[in-house]
C-alpha cells in the first residue's frame, strides 16, 4: 500500500514506518559507562503470555509509553524493555489438553504478542528481551535460592497450607481471595504438608519502615494495602500459669490493660497445645470439634457475623495478676498461627469474646469505664477510651497510661513484656507443578537437604508432556524417575531431587534487575549495571499486584542489598496504576459478551487512534469504559492533524525563522509546548493530548483564515504538533515529520521548548457583583480556572464588605463574571 500524498491512511503508515524503524532500532539503552547523558529507567508489568494482546495492554503499554517516549525526547538515556513472565499454570492446563509440551502454547504465544508490540509500536529495546521459562533466566531463580538458603532465608517446614483441590496445588496466603483459590475460584481447604517458605518476616520492619521512602511516589492505596497486609500490631505478652501443666502458656494481646476483665482462656481449636493441655475426659469432644474447624477457612473463621463455637478444655488458667481461675476452652475464632495461638478473653472489651462469653454463659467484666451501656447488657463491647475500674493498682488511669503501667509491672514480675506481632506470614514457595523452576535441593538420608552447587545449575526441567503433566496431588515431576535419581552433591551416595517448582512470583521479584545486564552468564546482574539504572524512575501497571508482587519485589531487592549486590533498598521510586477497560460499565467478559478485540480496534482504526483513544479517555488511573470513548474521533483529529503537517511542508522548507511568523499563532504553539510539557510531567496525559488538539485547531486556522501555510509560525507549530504527537501516535508523527522535510526518526527529534517571552498573557477583566451590583473589578489570566476565581472574588476587600458570613451562591463564567448571591 503505497502512503497517499493528502489522505490520512494508517495501514499504509503503519506498513511503511514498522518496517523502517527496525532497521533504525531507535530505542537501545547505551550501556556506554562514558554515556553522560542522565539515565531513565522505564518499567511496564511483566506480560504473562496468554493469548494476543488485549484491550488492558493496549491501555497500559500506551501509557507507558507517553512517558518513555517523553523521556527519549528530553535526551535521556532510556531503558526500556521488554519480556514475559513465561512460566505458569495456564500452559501446562493448555499442554495437557492438547497433548502438548507447555513451552509450544507459551513460545507461540509470546511470538504472537512480540509481533503485536511491534505493531503497536512501543518504544522498547528489544535487544534486552527475556522469558522467565528460559534455562538461562530460571537458573539464577535457583542460583538466588540458594543464597537465600545460605542465608536462613530459605527454610522447609511443615503445616496447615491453602490446598487447591482444582489446581491441585498449594497457594501462598496472598493467593487466597475471600477463601478461595485467586485462579480458578475454588474453596481452598487447609493440608498438612512439608513445604518451601522464604522467611519474608524478617523483613517486615523494614518493608514498613522503608515505605517512607515511597510516600509521593506511589498511589497512597497501595501503600495502605501493603501496609495492612504486613499488619504490624503492638502490645504485650502475657504469661499464664495452667493447671496440670508445667510451663505456662504465653497469650499475645494488644490491650494489657483489661487483664483483670480477662474472664476465660481460649487457645486455638487446631494448636497441638489444644489436645497437650486438654483434660482425659474432654478429648473426645475436642477431637470432634476440631474436625468441624478443619472445613473452614481463616476467613470465615475470623468472620464476627459467624455463630461463636468451642469446647471447654476442663482446666483453668491463672491469671498473673490477680491469681483468678479461669476456665480454658478450645475455639475456632483463635488462629493457631497468629501470636501464640491463645489469648485472654476479655468480653467486655472484644467483641468476639462478647459473642463467645454470650453463647457459653460466661462471665463479663467491665475494666474500662467508657461512658457506654453495660455490654454484658448490651450485647456491644466496648473499645473506646476511658478510665480503669476494677483493676486493683490500675483504676483511675487511662487506656494508655494502664498499658505502660501493666507492662512494667508485668515485667518487673517476670509474667510477661512488651511485644510486637505481624500478620505478615512466611512466603510459601513450593508449587506441585511442572511449568515452574525446580528448587534445587537434593534430599540425602545421610546429609539432609543439599543445595545443588552452583556450578551445576541450572537444574532443566526433564521433557515432560501431555497426560503426564496432570495434577495428582504430588508435583508431576515425582514421576520422572531418572530425573529425580541423583547423586549426593555432598557424599556422593544416592539421593533424590526436590520435586517441586517455585512460585511464579520468584520470577518477577527480580526481572527489573536482570534487564540491566541481560545474557549476563556468570551472575543474575551485573552490579555495577545495577548501580547505573536502578532503581526504576516510573513503574507501570495493574493495581491487582498492589500486594503480592510488589511486597514480593521490594523483599528480594532489601535480600541483594544485604548481599552488597544493590546499593538501594527500594526498586520502584514511582509507581503509576493504570484502571481498566471495561465496556457497557462492566469488565469484559465471554460470557457478558461484551469483549471487545484488541487487534479488530486496530484493524479498524488504525495503531495511532486506538492508542490515542485510551490516553485520551481520562486520567490514567481511571476505568476507561470503551462504549463511552470514540476511536473514529480520534481518527478524525489525527487526519485534521496529518493535514496541517502536509500543508505546512508542501509550503515552506525547514530551517526557516520562525520569529518572522504570526506572533499569535506562535504564542499559542509556545503556551501549549509549556502546558504540555508540565502535563506530561504530571501525568495528565489526557489534558495534554487536549491541548493538541486545540493547537491543530489553531494552526488550521491560520492556514485558512489567517497568515497561509507558508508563514513559518505555521511551520513552527506543525513540527512542535508532530513532536508532541509522536509521544502518543508515533506513524503519523513520523511520517509528518518526513512531510516537514525531517529525516527518521522523530523518537529522537528532541522536544521543543518553549519561549518564555512568548508565554506572557494578557489578562481580561472579571466583574465581581454582590446581589446583583458591581463592587469590584478583577485583572486575572484569560485562563483561570473558575474554581480559582471564585477564590479570588471571595478573598476581595471590596466584596467582603458586602457579604455578611459566607454567601449562599457563587455563580462563575470564568474568565469574565462572579455572581455572588449572599
Ligand atoms: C485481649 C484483648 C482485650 C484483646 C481487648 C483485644 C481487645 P491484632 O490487632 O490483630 O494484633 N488475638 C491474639 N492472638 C490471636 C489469635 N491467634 N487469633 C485470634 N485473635 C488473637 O489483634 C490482637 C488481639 O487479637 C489480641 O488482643 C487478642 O485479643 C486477639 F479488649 O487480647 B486481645
Ligand atoms: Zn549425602
Known amino acids: 500500500m503505497a502512503v497517499s500524498d493528502e489522505q490520512y491512511e494508517p495501514q499504509a503508515l503503519q506498513a511503511k514506518w514498522q518496517a523502517r524503524w527496525e532497521e533504525l532500532d531507535p530505542f537501545r539503552a547505551s550501556e556506554d559507562a562514558d554515556d553522560e547523558r542522565p539515565r531513565k529507567y522505564l518499567l511496564d508489568m511483566f506480560a504473562y503470555p496468554s493469548g494476543d494482546l488485549h484491550m488492558g495492554h493496549g491501555e497500559v503499554f500506551a501509557l507507558a509509553d507517553v512517558v518513555a517516549r517523553y523521556w527519549f525526547q528530553r535526551g535521556y538515556n532510556v531503558l526500556h524493555p521488554v519480556g514475559w513472565d513465561s512460566f505458569g499454570l495456564p500452559a501446562e492446563n493448555a499442554a495437557i489438553k492438547h497433548n502438548a509440551h507447555p513451552a509450544e502454547w507459551t513460545y507461540s504465544n509470546i511470538e504472537t504478542q512480540a509481533a503485536s508490540f511491534k505493531r503497536y509500536a512501543i518504544s522498547f529495546d528489544w535487544s534486552r528481551r527475556l522469558h522467565t521459562s528460559d534455562p538461562e533466566y530460571y537458573r539464577w531463580n535457583q542460583w538466588l535460592f540458594n543464597r537465600f538458603f545460605e542465608r536462613g532465608l530459605a527454610y522447609r517446614k511443615g503445616g496447615l497450607v491453602n490446598w487447591c483441590p482444582k489446581d491441585q496445588t498449594v497457594l501462598a496466603n496472598e493467593q487466597v481471595v475471600a477463601g478461595r483459590c485467586e485462579r480458578c475460584g475454588s474453596e481452598v481447604v487447609r493440608r498438612e504438608l512439608t513445604q518451601w ?11 514498613l519502615d522503608d515505605m517512607a521512602q515511597l510516600e509521593g ?19 504485650a505478652d502475657v504469661r499464664f500459669e495452667i493447671e496440670g501443666r508445667d510451663e505456662p502458656v504465653t497469650v499475645y494481646t494488644t490491650r494489657p490493660d483489661t487483664l483483670y476483665g480477662a474472664t476465660f482462656f481460649v487457645v486455638a481449636a487446631d494448636a497441638p497445645l489444644a489436645e497437650e493441655i486438654c483434660a482425659p475426659d474432654r478429648l473426645e469432644a475436642l477431637e ?24 471447654f478444655l476442663g482446666r483453668h488458667a491463672v491469671n498473673p495478676v490477680n491469681g483468678e481461675r479461669i476456665p480454658v476452652w478450645a475455639a475456632d475464632y483463635v488462629l493457631s498461627d497468629y501470636g501464640h495461638g491463645a489469648i485472654m478473653a476479655v468480653p467486655a472489651h472484644d467483641q468476639r469474646d462478647l459473642d463467645f462469653a454470650m453463647k457459653f454463659g460466661l462471665p463479663v467484666q467491665v ?48 509474667t510477661g513484656a512488651a511485644a510486637v506481632n505481624y500478620r505478615l506470614r512466611d512466603w510459601l514457595l513450593s508449587r506441585q507443578r511442572f511449568w515452574g523452576t525446580p528448587i534445587p535441593i537434593t534430599h540425602c538420608p545421610d546429609c539432609g537437604e543439599v543445595p545443588v552447587p552452583d556450578d551445576q545449575l541450572p537444574v532443566t526441567l526433564p521433557d515432560m508432556r501431555g497426560e503426564a503433566l496432570a495434577p495428582k496431588g504430588v508435583s508431576p515431576l515425582a514421576s520422572a524417575t531418572d530425573w529425580v535419581n541423583v547423586d549426593c552433591p555432598k557424599c556422593g551416595g544416592r539421593a533424590l531431587r526436590d520435586t517441586d517448582t517455585m512460585d511464579t512470583f520468584v520470577d518477577s521479584s527480580w526481572y527489573y534487575l536482570r534487564y540491566c545486564s541481560p545474557g549476563l552468564e556468570d551472575g543474575p546482574f551485573d552490579v555495577e549495571q545495577v548501580r547505573r539504572w536502578g532503581p526504576i524512575d516510573q513503574y507501570v501497571g495493574g493495581v491487582e499486584h498492589a500486594v503480592l508482587h510488589l511486597l514480593y519485589s521490594r523483599f528480594f531487592t532489601k535480600v541483594l542489598h544485604d548481599m552488597g549486590m544493590v546499593d538501594f533498598t527500594e526498586p520502584f521510586v514511582r509507581l503509576l496504576n493504570q484502571g481498566q477497560v471495561i465496556n457497557q460499565g462492566k469488565a469484559m467478559s465471554k460470557s457478558l459478551g461484551n469483549g471487545v478485540d484488541l487487534g479488530d480496534q486496530i484493524e479498524k482504526f488504525g495503531v495511532d487512534a486506538v492508542r490515542l483513544t485510551m490516553v485520551f479517555a481520562g486520567p490514567p488511573e481511571d476505568d476507561i469504559d470503551w462504549a463511552n470513548v470514540s476511536p473514529a474521533a480520534s481518527q478524525k483529529f489525527l487526519a485534521r492533524a496529518f493535514r496541517v503537517m502536509v500543508e505546512a511542508g508542501a509550503a515552506s522548507a525547514p530551517g526557516t525563522d520562525a520569529a518572522a511568523g504570526d506572533l499569535e499563532l506562535r504564542k499559542v504553539t509556545h503556551r501549549t509546548i509549556d502546558e504540555v510539557t508540565r502535563l506530561v510531567e504530571s501525568h495528565h496525559f489526557n489534558v495534554a493530548i487536549a491541548r493538541m488538539m486545540e493547537l491543530t485547531s489553531a494552526a488550521r486556522r491560520a492556514i485558512d483564515s489567517g497568515p497561509g501555510a507558508a508563514d513559518p509560525a505555521v511551520r513552527e507549530a506543525a513540527e512542535a504538533l508532530a513532536v508532541m504527537l509522536s509521544l502518543v501516535a508515533p506513524y503519523v508523527a513520523e511520517e509528518g515529520w518526513e512531510r516537514l522535510g525531517h529525516g527518521p526518526t522523530i523518537a529522537r527529534a528532541g522536544w521543543p521548548v518553549a519561549e518564555p517571552a512568548l508565554l506572557v498573557q494578557e489578562s481580561v477583566t ?9 463592587r469590584d473589578r478583577l485583572e486575572v489570566a484569560p ?26 451562591k457563587v455563580i462563575v463564567r470564568a474568565p469574565k463574571l462572579v455572581n455572588i448571591v449572599p
Open 217 to 235: 511516589g506511589w498511589p497512597d492505596r497501595v501503600l495502605a494495602m501493603q501496609r495492612n497486609w504486613i499488619g504490624r500490631s503492638e502490645g
Open 367 to 414: 475494666v474500662v469505664h467508657t461512658g457506654l451501656a453495660d455490654p454484658g447488657e448490651t450485647g456491644v463491647a466496648t473499645s473506646g477510651e476511658g478510665k480503669l475500674v476494677n483493676s486493683g493498682p490500675l483504676d483511675g488511669l487511662s487506656k494508655t497510661e494502664a498499658i505502660s503501667r501493666i507492662i512494667e509491672v508485668l515485667e518487673e514480675r517476670g
Open 288 to 311: 470432634a470439634y476440631r474436625a468441624e474447624v478443619a472445613k473452614l477457612s481463616d476467613i470465615e473463621r475470623l468472620s464476627t457475623d459467624k455463630e461463636k463455637t468451642g469446647v
Open 766 to 774: 472579571c466583574v465581581v457583583q454582590v446581589a446583583g451590583k458591581v
Open 783 to 808: 485562563t483561570i480556572s473558575g474554581t480559582e476565581l471564585e477564590g479570588l472574588a471571595l478573598a476581595s476587600e471590596k466584596v467582603r464588605a458586602y457579604l455578611d458570613g459566607a454567601p449562599r
Open 197 to 207: 517458605y522464604f522467611k519474608i518476616t524478617d523483613y517486615a520492619d523494614r518493608l
